[in-house]
């Protein structure tokens, strides 16, 4: 049978993401919105406090820590603010392919880039 729970690892990412979306997120995403601001020093922070890249092979610097994570991170900043949410993982887009089908030299290149 397959276990769906949760790790303590995933479950603490969760609540990471979750406090971040809470205090960061919510309390100015009406104010980006209605401003059409994009929250560049905040998607710094949430880079900073380790809640981007984390599908990046920890061989290219990354947290190596697939799917699931990132899921869980994006879920929680999607609650505390879509746009931002969807901002913040737009890299992603990018680095699957590169993940999936680079040489090791490419990876350490371009997603290097990503997470430093």
């Given amino acids: 049978m397959v276990d769906f729970a949760l790790t303590e690892e995933e479950e603490m990412l969760r609540d990471l993401a979750h406090e971040f979306a ?22 710094r922070l949430a880079h900073e406090t380790g809640l981007t890249n984390l599908h990046v092979p920890e061989s ?6 697939g799917v699931m994570a990132e899921v869980l991170v994006h879920e929680e900043l999607a609650w505390g603010d879509p746009g931002f ?28 880039m990503l997470v430093n």
């Fill in 22 to 43: 809470e205090s960061e997120l919510r309390p100015n995403a009406e104010h980006w919105d209605n401003n059409r601001e994009y929250p560049r020093e905040v998607i």
């Fill in 85 to 112: 949410a969807t901002a913040a993982y737009a890299n992603g887009l990018t680095s699957a392919p590169i993940i999936t089908g680079a040489t090791e030299e490419q990876k350490q290149k371009y997603l290097g």
């Fill in 60 to 65: 290219c610097g990354g947290m190596g820590m």
